[in-house]
């Protein structure tokens, strides 16, 4: 069948020029979004190499914007190509009849029913087309925008820009020109900066961040932490419970994630090509759980509280142990029942910890030398961070695989104050040339509850996370629950809610185990009779296919279908598994 080739152009002459002035190539972040979603496509070096072998689609992420690659991109589309940019190639914008217009640092967009989730989306970063002055009343302006989509929303007064949900229309969020046969589309945002950003930030942490106005979320004490870089704001982005406790409410992330695939998608659908994708969660999983633990205090009553409440449920769950830990008879204890045994980082100056690398690796052999494995999963202490990536190479140096740092601290910047419940791989600055590190990150929504927050955000979390399919992760400390009755009665919450909701609670280690079997496998096509063709048969017996129902195309009464990032998905099968 007629499977879809979608390319990334990353062009090498403008990633080397902007990385040897210090310049961040985020573009690059593509990769990582497709890839998660399970979609396979090509990277490309250059624009020359985009007419040696056609591909339906594809995303320029950074190119020149000289003449000469402009002509290369305008050919491949008349030739039929659907080409996809995220607040770029701007030398096109003359040609084809509209204007840069003034960059745009933050603000919210409206996007219309179809290409994702209605409500106002926060954006770190936009670069609108608009018509030129003398066009404005209308005339002949262009040589064929077919569609407009969405709307970005600010407030301009006197040159600055503010950036308000249902301020005034700064631009479009999505413009479509058909140029020949095929069509440019130029998202006005820069979502892959927009993704960064809230996720890691958009600095390093070098100095505490801005608290919350209302006293909710002090931020400001003096230590640094990784929500000192949260890109949120305080008044547009939160809710309240009923009991009036704040809380982030949005993952905007993830929604920019699934407004990415989900424009994608419809576009291949309507081209008549077959894009087949693996699903996020393997056979019979529909959405994951988990619960995590920071030994802190090291109590041994602490541990055992933790461990016959975990069993009174039936849930394995992830326990970080700091310095000294329990006692040697506790943690066969923890393994045979079924729980990860992690690593809690504590660089704490005032509990004797340093933000160095050779404290990091101390810490780490003495995990394993005195629960006897290696640690798979780390999570910081009071979620202390420093600097940018710094985490995830000392996680690297010692094979540590996943982390779980990025959450909360205070209690009023619970929730998606990060923007994701996904696991992800995060990108490094521009000193190490923006690879991804080899660790996955899944950051938590909130901590013992209801201390921390009061208990009317667990429903809230679970259908956002149910939403966009991520991972619902609940931090209970084990002082807490053997301590404290009300916090043990949330526990029991947190699980009956989402066990009604169809949730899977799964160990930190199992979603890293699963997240990078399903990333090896690869898609090379599709059969007549609608079977993925595989590249290797590794990790597929429990993974699931789906494709987008093409237009027009009616689904068979025996056809499984299901609504995936907005669109009307097919379920494939795997009869064939290739060598090649």
Known sequence: MNMARVGILLDRRIEEQRLKYGLNVFERYIGEVLSHAGIP????????????????????????????????????????????????????????????????????????ESLGDTRPLRFLGAV??????????????????????????????????????KGKKLGSVLQQFQVGSGS????????????????????????????????????????????????????????????????FAHPYADLWREAIISHIMRRMAQKGKILPFVDYWPEGISKI????????????????????ILEEHGIQSTWCMMKPGYSAWIYPRIREAGHELALHFNSNVNEGGRWTSEDFKRQAVWLQDNVGQKAVTNKNHMTLIEGWGELFLWCEDCGIESDQTRGPSKKGNAGFLFGTCHPYFPIAWADEQNRLYNVLEIGFLTQ???QFTDTGVIVPFLEQVSQVRGVAHFLFHQGRIQRFPEVREAFRRVVKEARERGFTFWTGSQINEWERARRTIRIIGVTEN??????????????????????????????QVEIKFGVVCKRMTRSIQSRS
């Not at 305008?74 to 996809?84: A, K, L």
Request: net charge negative.
């Open 448 to 450: 013992d509850l209801p």
């Open 530 to 559: 609608d079977s993925v063709i595989l590249g290797t048969d590794d990790h597929t017996d429990q993974a699931v296919f789906w494709r987008p129902l093409r237009e027009n195309e009616q689904a068979g009464p025996e056809d």
């Open 128 to 165: 609108p087309w608009v018509r030129p002055m003398q066009y404005a009343e209308g005339g002949d302006w262009g040589p064929g925008i077919r569609e407009t989509n969405g709307s970005l929303h600010g407030s301009m007064e006197w040159g600055s820009i503010t950036c308000e949900p």
């Open 289 to 308: 759980a988990m619960l995590s633990h920071d030994s802190d205090r090291n109590w041994d009553e602490d541990a055992i509280a933790t461990l016959d």
């Open 184 to 247: 440019i589309e130029r998202w006005s945002i820069d979502l892959l900066g927009t993704i960064v950003g809230l996720q890691q930030g958009t600095a390093p942490v070098f100095d505490d961040g801005v608290p919350a106005p209302d006293g909710s979320a002090p931020i400001d004490e003096g230590l640094w932490k990784a929500d000192d870089r949260v890109e949120l704001d305080w008044t547009h982005d939160r809710v309240l419970t009923e009991q009036g406790a704040p809380y």
């Open 41 to 112: 496509f090509e990277w490309l070096d250059s624009a020359h190499h985009m007419m040696e072998r056609f591909y339906d689609l594809m995303i320029i992420a950074a190119a020149p914007n000289d003449e000469a690659t402009s002509q290369l991109i305008w050919s491949y589309t008349e030739r039929g190509g659907i080409v996809v940019s995220y607040a770029g190639i701007n030398a096109l914008a003359k040609r084809l009849g509209l204007m840069k217009s003034v960059s745009l640092p933050t603000g919210y967009a409206e996007l219309p």
